[in-house]
């Protein structure tokens, strides 16, 4: 069965620090891989996504990830963050089988402290 | 032009009325989802219309009933909830054709309190 595994369910980091925040799934098929942020009291933002070709994807904000194929990873990173990436981190995959379902992980909480 | 417009943003409703809840994109998108989402947790996928023909109900009960009365629209019609039906509802929207183009847009969400 697919399923995505976000190992850290909180992530507390000083501002201007870097950050990683880890996402391993597990899939029998080839997948398309996602991450989306979740701002209190809003709804889902892409931040990036890998469908193909080069396996470093970044975001205008800062943010990049690197799909690592042998280790089934989508681990996101950044190197200094700002009080502003406070939010929840959702990593998700979608099957290249076709369909409409996608499957989220539970979520890492990011916390940036001044 | 990647946004998905809710109506609206909070509702707050006894467990007898009915309500609707509104979700629009003109993005040429074919397929549109509502996922229903509590504190803390990841959305989970309630239904999906795919060219205006529902394609996935993930047996939601019946008490939610949605609608797509075309290409751009989707309607989620509530009607004797329950409190624990609370949450954060999410309307989505894809190009739908498969594949790579099924990258997902997020609406802002209605947050709905059952009293």
């Known amino acids: 069965a697919q399923s995505v595994t976000q190992l850290d369910s909180q992530v507390p980091v000083f501002e201007e620090a870097p950050v990683e925040l880890r996402c391993n799934y597990s899939s029998s098929v080839s997948v398309y891989l996602f991450w989306y942020v979740q701002y209190p009291n809003q709804g889902l933002q892409l931040l990036l996504k890998y469908l193909s070709g080069s396996t470093l994807v970044e975001s205008i904000n800062g943010f990049e990830a690197e799909f690592n194929k042998s280790q089934t990873s989508f681990h996101l990173r950044k190197p200094s963050v700002h009080i502003s990436d406070t939010a929840e981190y959702f990593c998700a995959v979608i099957l290249n089988t076709g369909g409409f379902k996608t499957i989220f992980g539970a979520g890492t909480r990011l916390f940036v402290k001044a | 032009d990647t946004e998905v417009t809710q109506t609206p943003k909070h509702l707050v409703m006894g467990m007898t009325n009915k309500k609707s809840l509104k979700c629009e994109q003109h993005m040429g998108h074919r397929a549109m989802y509502w996922y229903k989402q509590k504190a803390k947790k990841p959305p989970e996928l309630m239904f999906v219309y795919s060219y205006e023909k529902l394609s996935i109900n993930e047996s939601v009960p019946s008490r939610f009933s949605p609608e797509c009365p075309n290409s751009s629209l989707l309607n989620l019609h509530l009607h004797a909830l329950q409190p624990e039906d609370s949450a954060l509802y999410l309307c989505?929207?894809?190009?739908?054709?498969?594949?790579?183009?099924?990258?997902?847009?997020f609406g802002p969400g209605t947050r709905l309190t059952v009293l």
């Open positions: 989505a929207s894809s190009q739908g054709t498969g594949g790579t183009q099924d990258t997902q847009y």
